[in-house]
Each structure stands twice: as structure tokens, then as C-alpha cells.
């Protein structure tokens, strides 16, 4: 008994968690201690064949225990429901990973939240924006014994609420359009999507005041627990928090291009060797046009920053292109085996054909308009939407975004104009997503997020990259920033009557720009 009260008070100083001598005496006396869990909310946490507790909540638990020196003994059950009614049985001493909300204060106290994450509406990627769910009417399936069902059955009697099992049945329920919109946590939904491939899903809204702020939820008869379970949370840091993330989070937004056959391998070489061409005749006139007209340094920093730009844009076509090419390869080669072998070719074969020849020419002309759009030598001012000026911006670096395993978040509560030369614009743009990512590379973040919001007050770009250095933001405040990517995208934007802001928030930077 000694040597594990010796054990508990000098692990606990050890890793900051200082405990006194009753709440030792305590942990001995009450081991062991049981903890029921979600058994199926990936990446959050589940419970494999096997019984192991795995996920982003079950590091984030293993911290705590490692802080205390103690070993919280897993109950297994089938489903959340289950865990649930283990809980109010007083089969299970501790439930991990969830919300706070007045149903379970009858029989549950709570620790400091152990992770907080934002929950989001998705729909069909046909559903506009939703800023008020107050104000439409909508079915919502949402998963039973949730914080978020207990809340939105009592908040939103206007919505029609369709309870369903897991999170993998909401989703297919609005794929099938038996319900409009399901509400979770953005990291679920990201890590879902991903993982089953469900690109005509979106995320199509963010109600206010429905956060996850996901804690411990302990017995009410065990006071003395609860509040040890506090003293170890405290000790967790955002760095742990962010690491965790990163170890289970990775997202990679693909983009699936059904490519064509035949004739189109011929004129996608040849649109090949023009890019190429065109590239050089650009770059050429660029650089005379700048020694002709004895433009001033800062510019002509400028101008040789963008052309270097221009090579990863040209290295992102050619590669989107290759891919396209290697598709369209296998293709010819399978029709041609059936030729050769006198198969049959159905009718339903060639129309599926046809339509890939189809989609393989979309493909390649937007991707040839995006990158004339991006380095067009024009000066003309016109008026362009502010959405199809980012997404054509994020398509001439699709690749890279691949390659970081990132994910970027478009949203728009409705339309915005821009006014000014676009493609200064989407330089601008481009300038901000690839500061974001050469910061998530530099600290090694394993998943990086870009949120891009438009609404009628301007345009919103954050990440969690870590943010801005303080001497970069406190350079700025001086106006004495020596690089040029932030100091020329502020000089473009008060050109066309806009400014930019630069802070940081939560885990990385925003970028805010709004009008003067």
C-alpha cells in the first residue's frame, strides 16, 4: 500500500499534477475505477475487435491517466446508447467523451473540457449556405442520446428531426435524400467524407453556440474524482491537444476526373507542348516589358516573385495533365484488348465512354482557363465573383494542396464582387494558401485546414498552421516588413479599395480582408 501511495504522489508531481493526500488516498482505495466509451465515433474514439480503446479522445484519456499514475478499466459495450445506460445503472464510474447538457446533469458531474471542436451542418453539395437554421424548415438526422439531439429536439421546433444509430447511417440518409442536413463536429465530418468518399456532400453552414466542449462525465456521488480528473486535464497542453489531432486527423480532399480516350491523347500532347511554349513567350515578355519601362525595385520584386510562382503552377498543370494522359492510356489499352479478342463492346460501355471524353475536355479547359486567368498580361478592371476567383485559384495548386494532405473549407453566405485586374486578386489569394502551407510544413502539421469564408463584410482565410511569428505581425504594425508576399497583397487590395488584417487565433493565423 505504501509503495503505491509513493507510486501516485510522485507520478503526479512528476507530470504537474500535484495531488494532496486525501485524493491519493483516495485513488488506492478506489481503484479500480470503470470508464465507458463511444465504441464507434471515428476518429473521436472507438473500441476495435479486439477491445482496444483507440481514437483522439482515448490519447487524450491516456494523458490523464499517465499524469495520475492510474488505470481506468474499460467496460465494453455495442453502441453509445449502451454506454449511456451503463452510466445512469452505475455500471461504469466514468463516461469519456462528451457534451454537457442539462439531461445528464441529473446524474453526472463534469470535468474541464479535454478538447473543443465546432459543429457543422452538411447537406447535399447542391444546398446553398444556411446563416439562420431558425429560419428554414428541414429534416436533420441526428444521432440518439447525443448532446446535439437533446439540444436541437428542444432549440428548432421548425425541424424535423430524424433519429438514426450512427454517424455512418446520417450521412447516408442525406445521401439518399431521406433528410436534408445532419449536424456534427467538424473533424468527424472532414474524417468521414474522406474516408468514404462522399464529395457531394458538403459542409453548408456553422450554427452559433453549438460547439463541442467535450469533458469527463463522472458519477455525481464522486466528487473527489471529478476533481482529480480536473487537476490532470489542466496539465495537458494545445500542443499535445494539436498533436493528437494530427496523429489521427489526415485530410485529403480529392477531386475524382473521369478522363476520355481516342483522340484526346493527341491533342493532350499537344496542349502539353503549347503550355510550354506559352510559358516562356509570357516569362520572356514579362521581363522586357520590365527592363523597357525601368519599372521601380519593389515591382520588379514583385514581378520575379510571381514568375517563380509560376513554375509550381506549371508543375501543378503538367502533373494534373499526366494523370489524365496515364488514365486515358489504360482506357485505350482496354478497348483495344477487346477488339483484339473480338469481345463485345454493350452499348451502355460506350455511352459511359463518350461521357469520360466529356468530362476529360471540362477537365483540361478549366484547368487551361485557370492558368491563363492566373497569369494573364492584362491591366483591365472588371467586375468578378469573389468564389470563382478563390476556386480557380485553388485548382492551379490542386496538386499541392494533394501532396500537404490538406483540406480547404469554402464557404459563402452569399455572393460578394470584387472590382480590379483579377488575376492581381488571385494572387493575392494564392499568396495567403501558400504562406499556410509552407507554415504547416515548416512545424510539421500533419493535417493543415484552411476555413475560407465569404460573407458581405468581406473574406475570411484561417489556419491551424501555428500562425504568424510575433516579429512578422509586430513588422507590419511598424511598416517594416522586409518580405514581399504580405507587404505587395496589401498594397494590391488598398489599389481596389480594400485593407488587409493579420492576427492569430486558436491554433493558427487569420486573414481577414474587408472594405476601406
Known amino acids: 500500500m505504501r509503495f503505491i501511495l509513493f507510486l501516485l504522489f510522485f507520478g503526479g508531481v512528476a507530470f504537474g499534477t500535484a495531488l494532496s493526500q486525501d485524493e491519493r488516498a483516495y485513488l488506492v482505495k478506489r481503484a479500480p475505477i470503470t470508464l465507458c466509451v463511444d465504441p464507434d465515433w471515428e476518429p473521436f474514439e472507438m473500441l476495435d475487435e479486439s477491445g482496444v480503446y483507440t481514437g483522439i479522445g482515448a490519447d487524450l484519456i491516456a494523458l490523464v491517466q499517465e499524469r495520475l499514475g492510474i488505470k481506468l478499466h474499460i467496460v465494453p459495450t455495442r453502441t453509445w446508447e449502451e454506454s449511456i445506460a451503463f452510466s445512469k445503472q452505475g455500471k461504469c464510474d466514468v463516461l469519456s467523451f462528451l457534451n454537457q447538457t442539462s439531461e445528464r446533469e441529473a446524474w453526472l458531474s463534469f470535468t474541464k473540457p479535454l478538447f473543443s471542436d465546432p459543429n457543422v451542418l452538411i447537406g447535399r453539395i447542391e444546398q446553398g449556405y444556411i446563416d439562420d437554421i431558425s429560419k428554414i424548415s428541414a429534416s436533420v438526422a441526428l ?32 445521401e439518399e435524400r431521406k433528410a436534408d442536413l445532419t ?26 453556440g453549438f460547439e463541442n466542449h467535450l469533458r469527463m462525465g463522472v458519477r455525481k456521488d464522486e466528487p ?26 489526415q485530410i485529403i480532399v480529392e477531386r475524382v476526373t473521369y478522363l476520355s480516350a481516342g483522340l484526346w491523347v493527341v491533342l493532350g500532347l499537344l496542349a502539353v507542348t503549347l503550355l510550354v511554349f506559352l510559358w516562356n513567350w509570357l516569362l520572356q515578355k514579362k521581363i522586357n516589358k520590365a527592363v523597357a519601362k525601368n519599372l521601380a525595385q519593389q515591382e520588379l520584386l514583385f514581378q520575379k516573385n510571381r514568375q517563380a510562382e509560376l513554375v509550381d503552377v506549371v508543375a501543378n498543370i503538367s502533373h494534373q495533365w499526366r494523370d489524365s494522359l496515364s488514365h486515358i492510356s489504360s482506357l485505350n489499352l482496354l478497348l483495344k484488348t477487346k477488339l483484339m479478342l473480338d469481345k463485345e463492346i454493350k452499348s451502355e460501355e460506350l455511352v459511359l465512354h463518350v461521357q469520360a471524353m466529356e468530362n476529360s475536355v471540362d477537365f483540361m479547359a478549366d484547368t487551361m482557363r485557370n492558368f491563363l486567368d492566373f497569369y494573364k498580361n492584362t491591366k483591365e478592371i472588371v467586375l468578378f465573383d469573389a468564389k470563382d476567383s478563390i476556386e480557380a485559384t485553388l485548382a492551379i495548386i490542386d496538386t499541392r494542396l494533394k501532396e500537404a494532405k490538406a483540406v480547404v473549407v469554402l464557404t459563402q453566405e452569399s455572393p460578394v464582387v470584387l472590382e480590379g485586374v483579377r488575376n492581381d486578386w488571385m494572387h493575392v489569394w494564392l499568396n495567403c494558401i501558400t504562406n499556410s502551407l509552407c507554415a504547416g510544413a515548416k512545424r510539421d502539421i500533419q493535417s493543415p485546414t484552411l476555413e475560407i469564408h465569404i460573407a458581405p463584410e468581406g473574406v475570411s482565410i484561417r489556419d491551424n498552421c501555428g500562425g504568424f511569428d510575433a516579429v512578422v505581425l509586430a513588422q507590419i504594425a511598424d511598416q517594416t516588413q522586409e518580405g514581399l508576399g504580405l507587404k505587395m497583397s496589401g498594397r494590391l487590395v488598398e489599389k481596389y479599395g480594400w485593407k488587409m488584417r493579420l492576427s492569430n487565433e486558436n491554433w493558427g493565423a487569420l486573414v481577414v480582408f474587408s472594405r476601406l
Open 183 to 208: 449536424l456534427r463536429s467538424m473533424i468527424v465530418a472532414a474524417h468521414t467524407i474522406k474516408k468514404q468518399g462522399l464529395f457531394n456532400l458538403k459542409i453548408v453552414g456553422q450554427p452559433k
Open 224 to 249: 473527489i474524482l471529478r476533481a482529480i480528473l480536473d487537476k490532470a486535464i489542466a496539465t495537458i497542453t494545445q500542443e499535445e491537444r494539436q498533436a493528437i489531432v494530427n496523429r489521427h486527423v
Open 143 to 174: 444521432i440518439k442520446e447525443t448532446s446535439i439531439y437533446e439540444w436541437f429536439s428542444s432549440s428548432f421546433p421548425n425541424l424535423t428531426v430524424v433519429p438514426v444509430a450512427s454517424e455512418a447511417e446520417a450521412f447516408r440518409l442525406i
